[in-house]
């Protein structure tokens, strides 16, 4: 069985721009979560989505925005970027709604952000 | 606030000893603990979790042990292979909440030595 893919797998943008990261969870998978990993801040929950519905967020600004098709697939953008912005972007998917630890979550190899 | 921390930044074994990675948390509201492995290049890899109901749980070669009275956590790895070699991370999460998120400490560089 596939595991969790995300692309594209490595980006550059500049300030002010947005970008859309992709990530396809593991066959028959219905929750996906996302998380950013930074040297500094090590890794942070930005939202959980499941059945297309956001379940939870993080302490993220509204510029980190995301959505989930009826396929499970999830698509994360973040608008407006700034300097910090730039990070590794996890998705991590699991069969059900994880909700803090209700299924073991399988984590993507990421997608390394660079903004400039 | 909530925070997961570990001790030690940085460890380094000689392959076939034990290894101990610690982890301090503050949320005493946290029920569900988990440790994470990544190796470089790819996502964290799910090790080994456990419940505040219990004090230990032993996976293969693995052993959590949480000790909720100081707050700690701690992942033992025996007879440690240069496979193990990787960043570990501890991470808590209170599982009855509306607003649960996992918080993840800030990792520990384990290298063994052949």
């Known amino acids: 069985k596939a595991g969790v893919t995300q692309t594209p797998r490595y980006l550059i943008k500049t300030r002010g721009q947005q970008v859309t990261l992709s990530c396809s969870p593991i066959?028959?998978?219905?929750?996906v979560s996302w998380y950013q990993q930074t040297p500094g801040q090590g890794l942070q929950f930005l939202f959980e989505?499941?059945?297309?519905?956001?379940?939870n967020k993080g302490n993220f600004p509204g510029r980190f925005s995301g959505r989930q098709f009826s396929n499970s697939r999830s698509e994360m953008n973040v608008s407006t970027l700034e300097l910090g912005d730039s990070a590794l972007y996890l998705c991590?998917?699991?069969?059900?709604?994880?909700?803090?630890?209700?299924?073991?979550?399988?984590f993507g190899p990421g997608t390394r952000l660079l903004v400039l | 606030g909530e925070s997961v921390g570990l001790h030690l930044p940085t460890l380094s074994v000689q392959e076939g000893d034990n290894s101990i990675i610690n982890c301090a948390y503050s949320?005493?509201?946290?029920?569900?603990f988990i440790w994470y492995k990544q190796e470089s290049g790819k996502g964290p890899q799910f090790i080994i979790d456990i419940r505040s109901n219990m004090d230990k749980r032993q996976g293969q070669r693995v052993t959590v042990l949480l000790n909720k009275t100081v707050k700690h956590l701690s992942l033992q790895i025996a007879a440690t292979q240069p496979g193990d070699s990787a960043v570990y991370f501890c991470?808590?999460?209170?599982?009855?909440?509306?607003?649960?998120?996992?918080?993840f400490g800030k990792g520990t560089l384990l290298t063994v030595n052949p």
């Open positions: 991470a808590e999460t209170n599982s009855g909440g509306s607003n649960y998120k996992l918080t």
């Open positions: 949320n005493s509201a946290s029920d569900y």
């Open positions: 989505y499941f059945s297309e519905t956001q379940r």
């Open positions: 991590a998917s699991s069969p059900t709604l994880w909700a803090g630890g209700g299924e073991t979550q399988y």
């Open positions: 066959s028959g998978h219905r929750s």
